[in-house]
Each structure stands twice: as structure tokens, then as C-alpha cells.
């Protein structure tokens, strides 16, 4: 898919009111940054490269490009990177067959941004292929827009994800409210001059300005994101 992605907008002294929501999906809305490691670990055991449990918080939340080729520089596998994207959805995908917990608060803050008409989309790193399956459990009737991480030219922590869903919903990104759960998640909205609520899933967010982080989505509603409009 090709898109192109505009320069970030401004924010004016134009009002403060909320234009959209945008949510990452692993960690953030399914309770699913566990499996890809699980993955990762069980794949490169299978090549015969025992991965380091430090290596963790250097792949969480990134594109696969980035956090496989990691891993194959980390361990030298005899493996080429489409290869290793191969085996990693595959395994990702058995398991969500399987299990796909959502995340606490995940069902009740989508119903409520549905009832009150708050456009909202979901914004992953994850291929299409990944995100399909799991708006069956999410609900597709949720999201008036999905990006995935192979329709961008650039994906996180590249602020095109988030500047190209803007877009598409013909909002300001300043106006808006981006859910991360990783700090390259949460690069890549800031990147595009969006406001942040972080809920840190593996490793520690630290606050910042335009940037608020809570423990958990259970503290996240439409009233906590209208709000962060009034932050600067």
C-alpha cells in the first residue's frame, strides 16, 4: 500500500476540544507483548540460539524488521529476515488462535468511545495479516480506521503511523489522543505532536510534557482523554 504522509500540524490557539482517539493494539488493547517473545524465544530455540531475557526490552514495541533483525545480528542465526517474518506470524498467529486476552478496561473504554461518536482508529506495528485476526476479538465495528505497520512507508517510532491515520480521519494530530504501551510507541506519537497517555506493558515510560502515564487502561475513559486537550 502506498501513502503519503503529511508534515505534523501546529497547534493553534483554535479551540482544545478532542478530535480523535488512536490506540496502539499489542500491550496496549490485547494483552498479546508476552507472545511475541514467547514466540521469538521458542522460533530461534528451534535454530538453535538461546535468546538472553535482557534482549526483551530491546525488541518490545518495535517493528519486526527492527526487533528481528536484531535478534539475528544478537545471535548470528543462520536466517534471512523475510524468513524469520515468516515464522514469527505464523507462531503469533497460532497463538492468538488459541488465547487473545484483552487488556483490563480495553472493552469498556472501546464501547464508550463508540457511543459517543469519538473517531477512533487503530494504529499497530504489526502486519495486516495480524491485525485482521485480531479484530475478531476487538471488534472492527470499533475502529472507523486501522493502519498497520506494513501500510506505512516508515512505521514506529517514525511518526508516519499516527500522522497517516490523521490524516485519513481528517483530524489534527495536536487535537488528538494517542493509548501507547511502549516507548516506541510512544516516539512515534509524540513524533507526530500528539498527546500520550503511556501505559507502560513491559518496560517503565517515564512522564513528560504532553505525555501522561498510568498504571493501567482501567483509569483511561473519555473524560481523562478529553482533558489531556487542556495540557500543553
Known amino acids: 500500500m502506498t501513502s503519503t504522509v503529511p508534515a505534523p500540524v501546529t497547534r493553534t490557539a483554535q479551540g482544545s476540544a478532542l478530535q480523535a482517539v488512536l490506540l496502539d493494539m499489542d500491550g496496549t488493547l490485547v494483552d498479546t507483548e508476552g507472545f511475541w517473545w514467547d514466540v521469538e524465544v521458542e522460533v530461534f530455540a528451534r535454530l538453535g540460539h538461546p535468546l538472553d531475557d535482557s534482549w526483551r526490552h530491546v525488541v518490545v514495541g518495535g517493528p519486526m524488521s527492527r526487533s528481528a533483525g536484531f535478534l539475528i545480528d544478537a545471535t548470528g542465526a543462520d536466517v534471512t529476515l523475510d524468513e524469520l517474518a515468516v515464522l514469527l506470524n505464523e507462531g503469533f498467529e497460532d497463538r492468538i488462535t488459541r488465547a487473545l486476552p ?11 468511545l463508540a457511543e459517543h461518536e469519538v473517531p477512533t482508529a487503530l494504529v499497530s506495528a504489526s502486519h495486516r495479516r495480524i491485525i485482521d485476526r485480531v479484530l475478531t476479538a476487538l471488534g472492527a465495528e470499533n475502529f472507523r480506521l486501522t493502519v498497520a505497520g506494513d501500510e506505512v512507508p516508515r512505521t514506529k517510532p517514525h511518526p508516519d503511523p499516527y500522522l497517516f491515520a490523521a490524516a485519513r480521519l481528517g483530524v489534527d494530530p495536536a487535537r488528538c489522543a494517542v493509548v501507547e504501551d ?21 518496560a517503565p515510560i517515564a512522564p513528560a510534557p504532553r505525555r501522561t502515564v498510568v498504571s493501567s487502561l482501567e483509569q ?8 489531556l486537550m487542556l495540557l500543553r
Open 220 to 227: 483511561v475513559d473519555l473524560t481523562f482523554l478529553r482533558g
Open 182 to 202: 511502549t516507548a516506541t510507541g510512544v516516539a512515534s506519537a509524540e513524533a507526530a505532536g500528539c498527546h500520550v497517555v503511556a501505559v507502560p506493558s513491559v
Open 102 to 112: 484483552l487488556m483490563p478496561g480495553a472493552t469498556r473504554l472501546l464501547a464508550e
